[in-house]
């Protein structure tokens, strides 16, 4: 069972990943890729025993837990991560950390860039954090890392001038745009679990069968990442949800199912993932066994902790949670949401102006000469 790249582990990893769930269909061969399943919803939940019906039980556990209404309605709502400290707060000293290194941008989307929302389709980013992430990426190399597809955040995004780790980072693509940290035009630069990609259509398909009667849920393939979102079906419907899921999950043990915000992602059994695109991206940068380089690397989702252990293994950088409440992470500091985001990276620019700033005068006063100030 290759599972080992599920670091970030929870009821419903763990369900999918053991074999003891589902024994029987546990040693069934997969299905040839490419071919259509027809899965009878009754037969199946007739083939869960009682342990799997108390698995399913525990995923509709986990789901309620991680469901942003359950969220708000807990006491810890409107506190600050009290685990962490404000990445605002301490911005001196992350700028201080960084002396003389230089700092690489590492940035999620769904709750980081933009709000999260009921749909997944109209998840945008507003026009500011645009401009802003824009402005970021003038003067840091940035990379954009979600779980999403690599062509579905661009669309959101629409900055060619960035990095794109799509997928969990299984879909990485370099700017197409030159600029100052970028050489433009370079093709796509690591599709590592690109095999997959027949059974992932398969699964697709499948799912797109077994949900079709539950209200609300949609599908979507994001090449390395199917999806099903449950933010807008009826939670009386999220036992069948889940083991209609669970169903299809029966027929192919290998793959890696974990939960989000109301969402199911399920992915290739491949050790890639966000910390591994952090990497990746580092060593492409040219960083590879750098000391001078400090990534800062900002998500909210558990699987943005794969890229927060990897820093915190290095002792590189710093790891952002975007939190509201207080949760078990590897990363450093926290913000509370996109538009704290927004705040940051905004005060990351306009240090680096100062600092160019500065720098520019001492030059300038060292040769004696003036000279205009840069932008
Ligand atoms: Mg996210």
New binding site residues.
Partial sequence: MANQNVVVSDAITAAVAAPSLFPAAAQKPPAVPGTYISISQKKLVQNLDINSAARINSWVDSMRALSPTHIKSHSLSDHRNMQLPSAMDMFEQIMNDSKGKQIVMFL?????LSPIVEDADQAFMSNAMRETVRKVARYFPTAIV??RGLDQVYSFVRLAELYYAGSHGMDIKGPSKSSKHTKGGEAVLYQPASQFLPMMDEVYKALLEVTKDTPGSTVDNNKYCLSVHFRRVDEKKWIELATKVGSVMEAYPDLILTQ?RKVFEIRPPSKWNKGKALEFLLESLGYANCADVYPIYI???R??EDAFKILRERGQGSGIL?SKIPKDTNASYSLQEPSEVMAFLRRLVEWKKSSLRKQFMRKARLQGIKMPLPI
Avoid: I, K, R
């Fill in positions: 999620d989307y769904d709750g980081t979600s779980g989000g998500g909210d989702d699987t943005d975007v």
